[in-house]
């Protein structure tokens, strides 16, 4: 367990102590307040029904009753009502408590009482208190989950802005000294060299869009798709790479969707798929890229922690490659998720982009 969840367990473990022990506390207060309220108000009211004829102590033991903060009326035997405490003479009948005010074994009078205002909220204090916990610990772990979520993909962002700028001048570089030894060249190496230097100018820009606002246009999907089918062609030839082809346009980068898509294959023939198929799915106002293979798929935790950092099923590698295409879904305002994974049958993962 991390420590800032261990702590956090254990301030919800003391947070429930205290509740428990504050719940018998109020339990406590609030059956005194009412055996104190009933127990006074029986009290004064005999006193002073049975003193009325006594104008002097009946005024004194009407003074008393200034201290209390309950709802009280007393009634004569008669039903007039002669003292109305916290309660307007019009409600007094209607309190809720009853009580036969005797002397000498004779009815006297008859006492109405409630019990004081607070004793009504006591029992919310716990309920507030435990509301107020569990809204701050929802908000703790969204804005954790959040700031995790942005902290990571803003870091890959950081970096891949920073790698293209550290690259920018070796690669100026290496372009300035083929144009000056080129025609020295055999055609072949001339060639490769002309190859090399364009894949490493793509991947410039690459690194350079997903760390900045790369312009999103109206692409054609299906020639984007067929570019990068036929270089994988090219790279993984012992593998099958299919493509159904189906014209539609998108709005995004050409190339950071090609390299999402790239990805994606890659990943397919190091999880040793046998053959790998590229097709294109209309979703709504949205357009789906894909990619389907018979490799080892993805297992019940790596369905959970596929695009989270640094998560891989190789024993090599940083595990960021499908962490840099959620990145380009980001930045595309779209979607990737992982549609099916049944080991060496079907694995499909699925990259949606608003349609054009």
Known sequence: MK?????????????????????????K????????????????????????????????????????????AIFDNSGKLQVAKNVSPERAKYLPF??????????IGELRYDYPSYTRWLRLINVALFMGILIISLLFFYTLYIAERYEYTEFWAGFAKGLAHQLATPISSLHGWYEVVKDRLPEEVRRGMERDLKRLTSILRRFSKLGGEPELV??????????VVHQMRNKYKSTQILFE?????????????????ENFIKNSVEAGATRVKVYIRPKGEKVCVIVEDNGKGFDREGLKKAFKKSFSTKQRGWGVGLT?????????????????????????????LKAA
Request: aromatic share 12%; net charge negative.
């Open 324 to 352: 840099l295409v959620k990145k380009i879904a980001q930045i595309h305002g779209g979607e990737v998720f992982i549609e099916e994974s049944s080991p060496y049958y079907r694995t499909a993962v699925v990259f949606c």
């Open 29 to 72: 207060l609030e059956d005194n307040a009412k055996s104190s309220s009933r127990s006074l108000s029986i009290l004064v009211s005999s006193l002073l029904i049975s003193s009325l004829s006594n104008r002097e102590l009946y005024n004194k033991l009407k003074s008393v009753t200034r201290d209390i903060d309950f709802p009280v």
């Open 98 to 107: 009853k009580e036969e005010i005797t002397y000498y074994g004779k009815k």
């Open 3 to 27: 420590p800032r969840f261990f702590f956090f367990f254990l301030l919800w473990v003391l947070t429930l102590g205290g509740m428990g022990l504050s719940l018998w506390v109020v339990s």
């Open 245 to 261: 082809s189906h014209p539609v346009k998108v709005i995004g980068d050409a190339e950071l969707i090609g390299w999402a898509v």
């Open 218 to 227: 109206e692409v054609e999907l299906e020639k984007v798709l067929e570019d």
